[in-house]
């Protein structure tokens, strides 16, 4: 098993990750972590059925407070299904899926942390001014060439994926000479834009399932702490993907214990957020590696 350290502090620094400081609407927020990011699709054809919430706002708000009372520190709103075959959604579908689920949660929680899931400057925009805190943006300002610029002049933490291509293409896209040489350097490149654009927290998310193979993201995983040198949060996103079921023939619903296999391993090779669909197991086993690495 290959962990590309350089010395004992990179183990220390892996297994004992630093606070996470996230200044949102303005204020200084302090986050110890690790953190749990649950998500919410407000879609109707997002890979694991359990995790869509389409045009039921009792539904919504039911499936925000359990994630609440688990434990979850951040809620990831969705209105545009990433999947590979995802039908197109119109800028205005997106907007009216996502800003009335969010105006409706902060609501009831005010000082929740809440995170839109968005590649377009338009529906980032309308969320942040309507009281999202974070953008997370699976395409890291390729699909928009305004959404780095936008979040920048908004003020608002950052999530930027790796990804080649788009979710219709990207899986055409998955030869690399060096995938964690090439990705370092897309990270590296991505956190000197999102500073020059004035984005003052930039957090990184691999991509797993996204213009990779299989054994290219387990391939990732098993070397995460290498992306620990860029000096940026990690997020990983594993729950339930197809890299667990395939692997397991199985379904994205028999998936949590393998999502929950991979979340430990991720928390110990340095992930500061586990972005999940279930968050009462997350949190179980964030209490587990606590009493491993307190």
Same mark, same amino acid.
């Given at each position: 098993?290959?962990?590309?350290?350089?010395?004992?502090?990179?183990?220390?620094?892996?297994?004992? =990750? =630093?606070?996470?400081?996230?200044?949102?609407?303005?204020?200084?927020?302090?986050?110890?972590?690790?953190?749990?990011?649950?998500?919410?699709?407000?879609? =109707?054809?997002?890979? &694991?059925?359990?995790?869509?919430?389409?045009?039921?706002?009792?539904?919504?708000?039911?499936?925000?407070?359990?994630?609440?009372?688990?434990?979850?520190?951040?809620?990831?709103?969705?209105? &545009?299904?990433?999947?590979?075959?995802?039908?197109?959604?119109?800028?205005?579908?997106?907007?009216?899926?996502?800003?009335?689920?969010?105006?409706? %949660?902060?609501?009831? #929680?005010?000082?929740?942390? %809440?995170?839109?899931?968005?590649?377009?400057?338009?529906?980032?925009?309308?969320?942040?001014?309507?009281?999202?805190?974070?953008?997370?943006?699976?395409? +890291?300002?390729?699909?928009?060439?305004?959404?780095?610029?936008?979040?920048?002049?908004?003020?608002?933490?950052?999530?930027?994926?790796?990804?080649?291509?788009?979710?219709?293409?990207?899986?055409?896209?998955?030869?690399?000479?060096?995938?964690?040489?090439?990705?370092?350097?897309?990270?590296?490149?991505?956190?000197?834009?999102?500073?020059?654009?004035?984005?003052?927290?930039?957090?990184?998310?691999?991509?797993?399932?996204?213009?990779?193979?299989?054994?290219?993201? #387990?391939?990732?995983?098993?070397?995460?702490?290498?992306?620990?040198?860029?000096? +940026? =949060? %990690?997020?990983?996103?594993?729950?339930?993907?197809?890299?667990?079921?395939?692997?397991?023939?199985?379904?994205?619903?028999?998936?949590?214990?393998?999502?929950?296999?991979?979340?430990?391993?991720?928390?110990?090779?340095?992930?500061?957020?586990?972005?999940?669909?279930?968050?009462?197991?997350?949190?179980?086993?964030?209490?587990?590696?606590?009493?491993?690495?307190?």
């Amino acid at each position: 098993m290959s962990y590309l350290f350089n010395n004992s502090s990179d183990f220390e620094d892996i297994v004992f =990750p =630093p606070k996470i400081t996230l200044t949102c609407r303005g204020k200084l927020v302090l986050l110890d972590g690790p953190l749990v990011m649950g998500i919410l699709n407000l879609t =109707p054809d997002s890979f &694991y059925k359990g995790s869509r919430i389409h045009k039921d706002q009792e539904e919504l708000l039911r499936k925000a407070t359990q994630m609440v009372k688990e434990g979850a520190d951040i809620l990831d709103l969705g209105g &545009y299904s990433s999947r590979p075959g995802a039908d197109e959604v119109s800028e205005d579908e997106e907007i009216n899926r996502v800003i009335p689920a969010l105006q409706l %949660i902060r609501k009831k #929680y005010p000082e929740l942390l %809440i995170s839109i899931d968005t590649f377009r400057s338009s529906v980032a925009r309308e969320a942040l001014l309507a009281g999202a805190d974070i953008i997370n943006d699976i395409s +890291a300002g390729n699909l928009d060439e305004k959404m780095i610029p936008t979040v920048g002049q908004l003020k608002a933490p950052y999530i930027a994926m790796h990804m080649k291509g788009n979710p219709k293409t990207m899986q055409d896209h998955t030869g690399y000479s060096n995938i964690l040489l090439e990705m370092s350097k897309y990270f590296s490149e991505k956190l000197a834009l999102c500073k020059k654009a004035g984005i003052i927290d930039v957090i990184f998310d691999p991509g797993f399932g996204f213009s990779k193979t299989l054994d290219q993201n #387990y391939w990732i995983l098993k070397n995460l702490s290498y992306f620990k040198s860029i000096q +940026a =949060p %990690i997020l990983a996103g594993l729950s339930r993907k197809s890299m667990i079921y395939k692997k397991l023939d199985l379904t994205p619903e028999d998936s949590l214990n393998g999502t929950t296999a991979l979340n430990m391993f991720a928390l110990t090779q340095g992930a500061n957020i586990l972005r999940v669909h279930d968050v009462k197991e997350t949190k179980q086993i964030i209490k587990l590696y606590k009493q491993l690495y307190p």
